[in-house]
């Protein structure tokens, strides 16, 4: 137990999930028994109001029932509490209910028990005051000198003060400029209120000042509460303190001389009546409530100071004496006298947690107890450490904690096509234009072995393809137990997704002896869907602007066989040419050679050329493994398609700085709509009327602007998800070529896909471009390096949006120089040395000058023959500026 802990003298927990604030605690001897003793008065936003005295008869025992006066549900919330004389005729104190929409005064009394259960206390309704603003906080204090009697100041959410004089409402003033409430203080020896403004400015207004501020025609009282008309106020002094402010108190203990203490977020000030600061002291913590009270020293003032990391800082003003740990976060701390102990610290956390505590450094009469010392038998340690390596060695073998046996037995899950249509489209808000958009059923079972927990399906599929139901959940599943779910798949958009396959991912708990909540597993199934749900057949063209050739070590096969269900009624001297046309509108021909042994794809977009290429392929393999033919092989002998897939680059590029701009651009005429909108509000609420100068029109305009710049970086980023998965079609049709132009291995392969498609989506801060450009530098660094000078270049630590895509586009090509000229891809370290490497005809390094830049497009064009111009940079068009209002 540390010396600097709080001692705690009693304590409880308020309710059950109440919620309390700042306002909700105070002190005082509010049933009047004129014996000095301060009762716990606690008000929570549940509209529950507590009063506690507490006496326990041992230090740190819990509450008793007797310590619990009196409580009552008062229906609307809390918001404050404060003990006061506020009611005429009388000096007796008073208790005083601050609501959201109502103040109510209370009288507290106790009659004397004649039996053990002790004294009963009863509350009586002394006057209410019904508001028409809604309330944020109050003070109270002999307002304009009277004597006897406390006055009570309410403000308003919207920056009202209205003043009552006990039963009767006195007037209501708007501080000028409000925008948000903020604490709020009576300074008796200068008669003034103290706030805290939403410019961050501590503001101090004259009584006297408010109360001539006389409407300029008499209104009924609530007229007078809602309208609050009135002369302009004029504030007496401003400090401005630079940040939101907590909490204000005025403390004066002496005629001579009164401060007024201010807490905010990183600071707490000290003032002068006339607004000089006296001192200010910076906070280490964050801090959370504050009080000042007396010191012992001569003009010196102690300040307690809770903050959230549960501590409570008391300060001779700007020096810290103590230190001490509470059990909570404080929201409201206070000091009175309770059961004939001064001094007592009362602390109320915002969830209820209640505490009386003093400061002191009562010793811990704890002691550790000794640990039974026992002797090590060296031989039996190690005979242990063997077992435990035998152990972890095994493991690691089997590559998991359980067998693969166990593993793959608990659940299995499986996914089914239907090789038909649905008899009724589950398509809805499609947007492909005049074909009848098809639907396909899937079917995912799940076969369990064991008893399983908290099953959840996912479901995913490349959009625009979308899905009926994306998410299943199983509370649980009984052991040897199957569930089949059912869902739909359509194409949604107007464009093709870059895959056709769909992935099932099931998460579940399996319970185990050591932790019957369950073990977190993961286990997926894949799923093709088929061709025909995103494609139609359609006439084959002769002429097209992109074409590729696929070479293969087999005679051609019949296309009738391949694709089915796309052949037409056609004659023989057909079957060698298939015509295809995607939901969309864009068309594909497959052309097969009669002579050689050779498929022909062309298309007139480059990104269309991807799906149908990958689909022959697929169904070549197919067709030969049914044949039981296990050396069929394709391949690509053309050069590499760079120019067209380096367009697709520019134009996502293009599209992901135009949306940068169009945000700018959306961020001015928002700051611009704000302004106008305060000039105007600051118009509006002037008594006197003022020509609007045109603001108006201005505001209009402006809305347009803001209306119509939403609408384009809205379009924008449909523009951009279209492009990226268009980026991403032709990605994978790259890394298909130049597997096939190499013949990479699938390790290989793997690699390719991992550096050339890091994303799922494409977004404004971690974009396309920078990722691929550091994943191929990294891999002309390591496996691909010519040189260990090469080796030892440093990346960058940080992914920025790069200024423009040459420097990714030089690396592309030069990814695929150095794979013509004999590298490898490995992610091992030693496949990354250089002597490891074979490169005939030597190998060109990343280019650092002019010069080198110059032999590097020399090679690259002797290389990639039909394309001379790869790695010019591509020039960027100049997105025109919206014109905007003029500020």
Known sequence: MSLFKARNWWSTVLGEKEEFDQGCLCLGDVDN?????????????????????????????????????????????????????????????????????????YSVSGTLGNVEHGNQYQIKLMYEHNLQRTACNMTYGSFGGVKGRDLICIQSMDGMLMVFEQESYAFGRFLPGSLLPGPLAYSSRTDSFITVSSCRQVESYKYQVLAFATDADKRQETEQQKLGSGKRLIVDWTLNIGEQALDICIVSFNQS?????????????????????????????????????????????????????????????????????LPHIPVA??????????????????????????????????????????????????????????????????????????????????????????SVSQATDVAVGTDLVPSVTVKVTLQNRLALQKAKLSVYVQPPLVLTCDQFTFEFMAPEMNRTVSFSVYLKGSYTPPELEGNAVVSYSRPSDRNPDGIPRVIQCKFRLPLKLICLPGQPSKTASHKLTIDTNKSPVSLLSLFPGFAHQSE?????????????????????????????????????????????????QEYFEKQGIKDFACSFSGSVPLQEYFELIDHHFELRINGEKLEELLSERAVQFRAIQRRLLTRFKDKTPAPLQHLDTLLDGTYKQVIALADAVEENQDNLFQSFTKLRSATHLVILLIGLWQKLSPDQVAILEAAFLPLQQDTQELGWEETVDAAISHLLKTCLSKSSKEQALSLSSQLNIPKDTSRLKKHIALLCDRLAKGGRLCLSTDAAAPQTMVMPGGCTTIPESDLEERSIEQDSTELFTNHKHLIAETPMPDISPLQGVSE
């Not at 936003?45 to 008869?57: A, C, T």
């Not at 505490?355 to 002797?375: H, I």
């Open 33 to 105: 028994t004129g014996n000095g003793q301060d009762k716990i008065i606690v008000g929570s936003f549940m509209g529950y109001l507590r009063i506690f005295n507490p006496h326990p008869v041992k230090t740190g025992d819990g509450a008793q029932a007797e310590d619990l006066l009196l409580e009552v549900h008062l229906r609307d919330p809390i918001l404050q509490v404060e003990v006061g004389k506020f009611v005429s005729g009388t000096e007796m104190l008073h208790l005083a209910v601050l609501h959201s929409r109502k103040l109510c005064v």
């Open 257 to 325: 001389a009164s401060s007024v203490f201010v807490l905010g977020e990183r600071n707490f000030f000290c003032l002068k009546d006339n607004g000089q600061i006296r001192f200010m002291k910076k906070l280490d913590c964050s801090p959370s409530c504050f009080l000042p009270y007396c010191s012992v020293s001569e003009g010196t003032i102690n300040t307690l100071i809770g903050n959230h990391n549960n501590m409570l800082h008391i300060y001779q003003d700007v020096t810290l004496k103590w230190a001490t740990q």
């Open 333 to 422: 701390v206070r000091v009175g006298c309770v059961h004939d102990l001064k001094g007592v610290i009362v602390t109320l956390s915002d969830d209820g947690h209640l505490q009386c505590s003093y400061l002191g450094t009562d010793p811990s009469l704890f002691q550790a107890p000794k640990v039974e010392s026992r002797e090590l038998h060296y031989d039996e340690l190690d005979i242990e450490l063997k077992e435990l390596q035998k152990i972890i060695k095994d493991v690691n073998k089997s590559q998991g904690i359980w067998p693969m046996t166990e593993r793959e037995d608990d659940l299995k899950v499986s996914a089914m096509v239907s090789p038909n249509f649905d």
């Open 572 to 620: 023989d001297d057909q079957v060698n040419v298939m015509g295809f046309r995607f939901l969309g509108g864009s068309r594909v021909t497959l052309l097969a050679s009669k002579t050689s042994q050779r498929y022909r794809i062309q298309s007139e977009q480059f990104e269309d050329l991807w799906l149908i290429t990958n689909e022959l392929i697929i169904r070549l």
